[in-house]
């Protein structure tokens, strides 16, 4: 739940385990290596869960120590903020607003029948062994083990929880909407059987078709010339990267002397650019260029200037992830995708916003 995450992320803050850019610190990365992680007293029945998950955060983004002397200085190249940049930012830096319509009677409709379309629930189980212990030289070990497995019948459950505080809670719908879609989804036979599966599932499932009605209703206006982002923020400031992690600029086709990347779809895209002499000018999309969506902030990845047959031009805005199937991505990174593309529509520049994992797919 929400109340309860939001304890545990205080608590990893102030426990130095989360940086102010809620990073996973180097504390943390130790403490996961010797087995040592604290979590508050109240979650040590799901401690192992937590650092479950925690580790898949660290498998992915691995904290790598790198070699002081492989370390390069990422600069601004004055001479590149001029011709093919300007032509391609003047098509990408606009912002735009966005508005939702959200048709209530529609969504219950819908989100009711995929509850009775998807919603399976198990019937609780309890296992329970039963061994003879044998204590012999070398300590106690299990002789003629039995495991017995019995159902929970519907009648076991006395104190039903409370069903409808928790998907409000979950899913920030009103009771009434709750109360509705339970109810034409005829799926509340299968509360009984299994409460707490019931109630997690029914809560995936409404916020995932939240998510889509909210995409599916969205729709953006560009904003005025004067609200865009200001090519100014592309400071002269150094940064520091690393060999491994950058890619080189040879010339002036990008804006600074040394590329970023994190991961190697993006490295073998930036090769792929610097390669290919029909792309005029490409950037690695900075994190302050952001489009607002429901679900958060989206950050596109590139943004390029390619030139045709020596004479047509071409805009593209792309988004580089290692697996770009719809069923692939994360629900929430999908939607996101989704309302970029709406995004760039509505500022009707003439850009074209393309999913690849390599130049060849874009174009």
Not at 55 to 83: C, P, S, T, Y
Not at 147 to 156: F, G, H, M, P, R
Not at 296 to 317: H, R
Request: hydrophobic letters at 35%; charged letters at 35%.
């Amino acid at each position: 739940g929400k109340e309860r995450s939001k304890k545990l992320h205080k608590f990893f803050k102030e426990n130095d385990y989360i940086s102010s850019k809620n990073k996973g610190t180097e504390k943390l990365a130790e403490d996961l290596k010797n087995a040592v992680v604290e979590v508050p007293e109240e979650f040590e029945e799901v401690k192992k869960e937590i650092i479950e998950v925690v580790q898949k955060k660290f498998d992915r983004n691995k904290m790598e120590i790198r070699n002081h002397d492989d370390r390069v200085k990422i600069k601004v190249k004055k001479e590149a903020l001029a011709g093919p940049f300007l032509e391609l930012w003047e098509k990408i830096k606009y912002k735009t607003n966005y508005s939702i319509s959200f048709d209530s009677e529609q969504f219950i409709e819908r989100a009711a029948r995929e509850l009775e379309e998807e919603l399976q629930i198990r019937i609780a189980r309890l296992n329970y062994t039963k061994a003879k212990l044998d204590t012999t030289e070398s300590g106690i070990g299990y002789v003629n083990e039995e495991l017995t497995t019995l159902e929970v019948s519907e009648n076991d459950y006395h104190d039903a929880p409370d069903i409808l505080s928790y998907l409000q809670n979950e899913t920030n719908l009103t009771r009434k909407t709750i109360i509705q879609i339970l109810k034409k989804s005829n799926t509340l036979r299968d509360f009984r059987r299994n409460p707490e599966m019931y109630m997690m599932e029914v809560a995936k499932l409404l916020n995932s078709m939240k998510r889509q009605a909210m995409v599916d209703g969205i729709k953006y206006e560009k904003n005025s010339d004067e609200e865009s982002y200001d090519q100014m923020l592309f400071k002269d400031d150094e940064l520091l990267g690393y060999k491994e992690k950058v890619v080189e600029v040879t010339d002036n086709r990008s804006i600074y002397n040394y590329i970023e990347v994190d991961s190697e779809v993006e490295r073998e895209f930036a090769i792929e650019c610097e390669q290919d002499q029909d792309v005029k000018f490409y950037i690695k999309l900075p994190n302050w260029f952001k489009v607002k969506t429901p679900l958060g902030q989206y950050n596109p990845d590139w943004a390029l200037l390619i030139e045709e047959y020596g004479k047509d031009k071409l805009y593209f805005v792309v988004e580089t992830k290692g697996d770009i199937a719809k069923d692939k991505l994360r629900p929430v990174e999908s939607a996101k995708i989704k309302c970029g593309r709406k995004h760039f529509n509505a500022i009707d520049t003439g850009v074209s916003f393309k999913k690849a994992t390599s130049l060849k797919e874009v174009l």
